[in-house]
């Protein structure tokens, strides 16, 4: 085989070997066609509605912060928006509907007076979710979630039971309502399990937030020589006068330590975050249903928060008991017996009440002073 046969046999098989290659780059399947762009769900809108300011403390100041944790949570699955100081009558129903009107797709209303408003709106709207706090009234779409504000009243009581030097405990009360007369009844009752002499003294203000009232009741009860109080109302307003008079007093739905500090024995404070990531889970995750949801200590819904460094140790360890009592359920606020101011049986020994029971409370306990207020 000469050289020049080899050299033209080995083009000869180059050009083959480049032909068969073309051949082969022809037969390649084509590129995959670009997936099509997944439409994003659209987030879930939400709206709150507040009686009051939102402040820097107080019910609706908890409430959003509720709000606010609760969307952190969720991120971009969820927006929210807030109206505050809503009038608890007509306009509620006005500002409902208006939210609705907006494309919120579940509304929360944060005062036992926007109830009835959420019944009418609610009906009108079936595809919308309506949660209401503190309330008793349910429909498909609509439902009621409530924390056990008594049980941080009875947490009070104990710490007041055991500071009180004249065994005179004053308490300013917004509305005649069950929600608020349990919480008066439990305060003193938590007073009585430490200190048997303690009576309360009460003022009705019918208001949720009007500090310059909440202030006139405080020191009317204070010149009546009570000196520790508790306040049903949302402003600092009762702390703040307890502070001036040199007497005692407790931060309500929230923190309000840095308010009065010299006065300040610790805080009712609510955690409305755990029941907010709820309801969110639930709608996101289409199981929401119609119930009502009432939550304590246990279940972190309220506690008893900054107590004050100079309780004496002996009210810090009643203080644990009855809430370590709360949660493990060792510890009920309305067990029998109780018998109200006038010396009748409510509670037979032993009993422990029932929601229903709690649920229609018109009187007061053996201790606090006073009728209720007509109309109950």
């Avoid at 109080?229 to 005692?248: H, I, M, P, W």
């Avoid at 309500?252 to 975050?273: E, I, Y």
Wanted: aromatic share 10%; charged share 25%.
């Amino acid at each position: 085989m000469t050289r020049s046969f080899t050299r033209k046999l080995a083009l000869g098989a180059a050009v083959l070997a480049a032909t068969l290659a073309a051949c082969a780059k022809k037969e390649e399947a084509p590129p995959a066609p670009a997936a099509a762009p997944v439409a994003k769900a659209e987030p879930l809108k939400a709206a709150f509605v507040y009686v009051g300011p939102v402040g820097d403390a107080g019910w609706s100041f908890s409430h959003d912060l509720g709000r606010r944790n609760a969307l952190a949570r969720f991120g971009d699955k969820v927006t929210t928006t807030f109206v505050e100081k809503v009038p608890e009558g007509p306009d509620a129903e006005r500002v409902i509907r208006d939210l609705v009107a907006q494309g919120n797709k579940v509304v929360f209303a944060t005062s036992f007076g926007f109830m009835d408003a959420m019944v009418k709106v609610s009906k009108d709207h079936p595809d919308v979710y309506f949660e209401h706090a503190t309330g008793y009234k349910t429909a498909e779409n609509l439902r009621v979630y409530e924390a056990r504000f008594y049980e941080g009243a009875y947490l009070a009581g104990v710490v007041a039971g055991k500071m009180t030097k004249t065994n005179s405990l004053g308490f300013v009360a917004s509305f005649p309502i069950p929600e608020v007369l349990r919480n008066i009844n439990a305060f003193t009752l938590g007073a009585q399990s430490v200190n048997p002499k303690v009576k309360t003294r009460v003022v009705w203000i019918n208001s949720w937030f009007d500090p310059p009232k909440e202030t006139e009741a405080a020191q009317s009860l204070l010149n009546q020589g009570a000196d520790v109080l508790l306040q049903n109302t949302d402003s600092t307003a009762v702390l703040q006068a307890a502070e001036r008079n040199g007497k005692f007093a407790f931060g309500w739905d929230s923190d309000m330590s840095a308010f009065a500090p010299k006065a300040h024995l610790g805080s009712v404070a609510l955690n409305w975050t755990v029941y907010y990531e709820k309801s969110f889970a639930e709608i996101l995750e289409k199981r929401w249903k119609t119930e009502v949801t009432k939550w304590g200590v246990k279940e972190g819904m309220l506690d008893f928060v900054k107590p004050a460094a100079f309780l004496p140790e002996e009210a810090k360890m009643a203080l644990e008991a009855a809430r370590d009592g709360l949660k493990t359920g060792t510890v009920a606020v309305f067990k029998g017996p109780i018998v109200d101011n006038t010396g009748k049986e409510v509670l037979a020994k032993d009993a422990v009440a029932d929601d229903a029971w709690k649920g229609a409370i018109n009187f007061y306990v053996k201790g606090v002073e006073g009728k209720v207020p007509s109309g109950m």
